[in-house]
């Protein structure tokens, strides 16, 4: 009888301490909570909410329903930004994860001082958003900039490239290219992974370099391709900052680097159209969230997992 008890005793501290320990972690998670619903939640509720209204910050919104969605379309700018941005983004993206992927391959051949090289190249991912690198393009690509310099060498004249509406939004799509830091080191951490034996036993069948990267390469690392494709148009969709600083936040010139998102902000934040803008916001996610349904979708018919 006394065994007995003394396991009922032992299972019911077991339990007050399991009550603890919720008790402890409901704590220690308040905050996060918190934080999700004050700052996450609530505005993007009320962002939906003042989406179906016209609301300039000085008066009470108004509902007006589907007007903010349907004056979308009648808008010429709005859809110059959208243009501008698809552009931006399917160009720029694949430039990037395939410049990615090329250094990913020279880098994981073995090289000396291989960390030196991988925080080189990662550097411009931490700074390509940035205002400083922003301003530094800026200048690269003015008409006295270091373009111009190294072009004047070889008696080429050059253009005031960030000036120019048909080149500005280029020189934003290299600027993205250059920030391929993070997806190499995501690349190369995937081809850490692919086992040597492949190469051996295909090299000895006698596969060339180039079958040997479209017929093993590829597919195995298919998986982490797709993961940084997603994360990359993701990020691309939100770009601002370098279309803010190197247009002086006109979008200019003539509108060709008129980002989405700096649209959005110049609805919002100076001509106070925030039940406008709101519905731009919106939209934005739904096309976000649309490709990135449509890359899960086409994903089954190019992505290998190991089952």
């Given at each position: ?44 509720l009320?962002?939906l ?21 349907q ?122 992974q ?8 295909a ?45 002086g ?59």
């Amino acid at each position: 009888m006394s065994v007995i008890q003394e396991v009922a005793k032992t299972r019911g501290a077991s339990r007050e301490l399991r009550k603890g320990d919720g008790k402890a972690a409901a704590i220690f998670l308040a905050p996060w909570f918190l934080g999700l619903g004050l700052i996450t939640a609530f505005p993007l509720l009320a962002s939906l909410y003042l989406s179906f209204t016209d609301y300039s910050l000085l008066e009470a919104p108004s509902w007006i329903g589907l007007e903010n969605y349907q004056r979308m379309f009648e808008d010429p700018r709005w859809l110059q930004s959208l243009s501008v941005t698809l552009r931006y983004v399917l160009i720029s993206v694949p430039l990037q994860l395939m410049a990615a992927l090329a250094l990913a391959m020279v880098l994981d051949r073995g090289l000396r001082g291989l960390a030196i090289y991988r925080s080189v190249y990662y550097l411009p991912s931490l700074l390509g958003s940035s205002v400083a690198i922003a301003l530094l393009w800026r200048q690269v690509f003015g008409a006295d900039g270091l373009v111009n310099q190294v072009l004047g060498y070889f008696g080429i004249q050059g253009y005031g490239w960030v000036s120019h509406p048909d080149y500005a939004l280029g020189t934003l799509m290299i600027l993205n290219v250059w920030t391929f830091g993070a997806p190499m080191i995501i690349f190369l951490a995937g081809l850490r992974q692919i086992p040597a034996m492949y190469y051996e036993a295909a090299s000895i069948d006698g596969a060339s370099k180039v079958r040997q990267f479209f017929n093993i390469t590829i597919p195995l690392l298919s998986p982490i391709i797709f993961f940084n494709l997603v994360l990359q148009l993701i990020g691309a969709f939100q770009s601002f900052t370098q279309a803010f600083i190197v247009s002086g936040g006109t979008g200019g010139p003539v509108d060709s680097t008129l980002f989405y998102t700096l649209y959005l902000y110049q609805n919002g934040f100076k001509s106070f159209d925030m039940g406008y803008a709101s519905a731009m916001a919106w939209f934005l996610l739904l096309i976000v969230a649309g490709m990135t349904a449509v890359n899960f979708l086409a994903s089954k018919y190019w992505v290998f997992y190991d089952d």
